[in-house]
C-alpha cells in the first residue's frame, strides 16, 4: 500500500512536508505522483517524479513552491511544500503511475493512497 503523511494546520507562509511510504512492494521502478483535492473540487495533479528522481514535474499552480523528491533506499517520496497559501488547503494523496506513463493524467494512474488533509489557515 502507500500511505501518505506529514498534513497538518499551517499558517499562510508556511511549510509542510509531505511522505508517500510504500509497503509490500518496493517503488523504485515506478513514477509516483502527487494530487490533491480540494472541498467541492474535482482532484488535480500536483507533481510527478521519474523512478530515478532525476525528471520531476509540477503544476503550474505549485511551481517554485513546491519540490518533489525521493528516497529510493526508504521506499519513500517526499513532498516539500513551501509558501502555503490557503489555496493549497486540501488533502493530499499519493499515487504510482502505470506502467511507462510520466505526467498528472489521474486516470493513468493505478493504484491510490489514502489521503493526508493539509490545512493552510490564519
Known amino acids: 500500500q502507500l500511505q501518505a503523511s506529514g498534513g497538518g494546520l499551517v499558517h499562510p507562509g508556511g511549510s509542510l512536508r509531505l511522505s508517500c511510504a510504500a509497503s509490500g512492494f518496493t517503488l523504485d521502478h515506478d513514477v509516483i505522483g502527487w494530487f490533491r483535492q480540494a472541498p467541492g473540487k474535482e482532484r488535480e495533479g500536483v507533481s510527478c517524479i521519474s523512478s530515478s528522481g532525476y525528471t520531476t514535474y509540477y503544476a503550474d499552480s505549485v511551481k517554485g513552491r513546491f519540490t518533489i523528491s525521493r528516497d529510493n533506499a526508504k521506499n519513500t517520496v517526499y513532498l516539500q511544500m513551501n509558501s502555503l497559501k490557503p489555496e493549497d488547503t486540501a488533502v493530499y494523496y499519493c499515487?504510482?503511475?502505470?506502467?511507462?506513463?510520466?505526467?498528472?493524467?489521474?486516470?493513468?494512474?493505478?493504484?491510490w493512497g489514502q489521503g493526508t488533509l493539509v490545512t493552510v489557515s490564519s
Open positions: 499515487a504510482r503511475a502505470a506502467s511507462g506513463y510520466f505526467g498528472l493524467l489521474l486516470h493513468r494512474y493505478d493504484f
